[in-house]
T-cell receptor, first 112, second 109 residues
Framework: NAGVTQTPKFQVLKTGQSMTLQCAQD?????MSWYRQDPGMGLRLIHY???????DQGEVPNGYNVSRSTTEDFPLRLLSAAPSQTSVYFC???????????FGSGTRLTVV | GESVGLHLPTLSVQEGDNSIINCAYS??????FIWYKQESGKGPQFIID?????DKRQGQRVTVLLNKTVKHLSLQIAATQPGDSAVYFC????????FGAGTRLTVKP
């Protein structure tokens, strides 16, 4: 049981490049979310999913896309990277809105 | 808009003392609250949760209190240890989970 696995752990992008952050969970959780965490700040919700085929926007969705084709995977796509997207990205999953989330170890992204 | 927030950004306590971390929320529709601990370089870790039909819940060395009248949540850590040093977040959950800014707890030996 690996929990929530995020790849890569570190990434440097040039402005304008695109990339996909991977997130997979093996706990059969229906709920999955992506958060970003900037220095000295809390976590802000980017996108979330309540089940396969269903996604919705969070607080800061601009510049990011998601899809949920399977229960296990919830990739986050950066369409055209900008320096303002430099952050640590966390993926999380849960059984439901009435259960705590299990977080991955994060992806540290730098856009230059 | 409504948000989850914290009263103090930092808290420093002596090893062995009790710690109290506070959180204010403004969304009266929130029905589930969670406290997370985040150590440096790691993802948040679930500590304890409480549902809106409860006032208090206890875990191992931790207690969460919920005051719905004033929309206040607190985390009490008994006999604080150096390993408790971290940033603590409260979060409220309706259709998705929203986090407060966090409080950094430092435990002095």
């Amino acid at each position: 049981n690996a929990g929530v696995t995020q790849t890569p752990k570190f990434q440097v992008l040039k402005t304008g490049q695109s990339m996909t952050l991977q997130c997979a969970q093996d706990m059969n959780h229906e709920y999955m979310s992506w958060y970003r965490q900037d220095p000295g700040m809390g976590l802000r919700l980017i996108h979330y999913s309540v089940g396969a085929g269903i996604t919705d926007q969070g607080e800061v969705p601009n510049g990011y896309n998601v899809s949920r084709s399977t229960t296990e995977d919830f990739p986050l796509r950066l369409l055209s990277a900008a320096p303002s997207q430099t952050s640590v990205y966390f993926c999380a999953s849960s059984y439901s809105t009435l259960h705590g989330y299990t977080f991955g170890s994060g992806t540290r992204l730098t856009v230059v | 808009g409504e948000s989850v927030g914290l009263h103090l950004p930092t808290l420093s306590v002596q090893e062995g003392d009790n710690s109290i971390i506070n959180c204010a929320y403004s969304n009266s529709a929130s029905d589930y609250f969670i406290w997370y601990k985040q150590e440096s370089g790691k993802g948040p870790q679930f500590i304890i949760d409480i549902r809106s039909n409860m006032d208090k819940r206890q875990g191992q060395r931790v207690t969460v209190l919920l005051n719905k009248t004033v929309k206040h949540l607190s985390l009490q850590i008994a006999a604080t240890q150096p390993g408790d040093s971290a940033v603590y977040f409260c979060a409220e959950n309706i259709y998705d989970m929203r986090f407060g800014a966090g409080t950094r707890l430092t435990v002095k030996p």
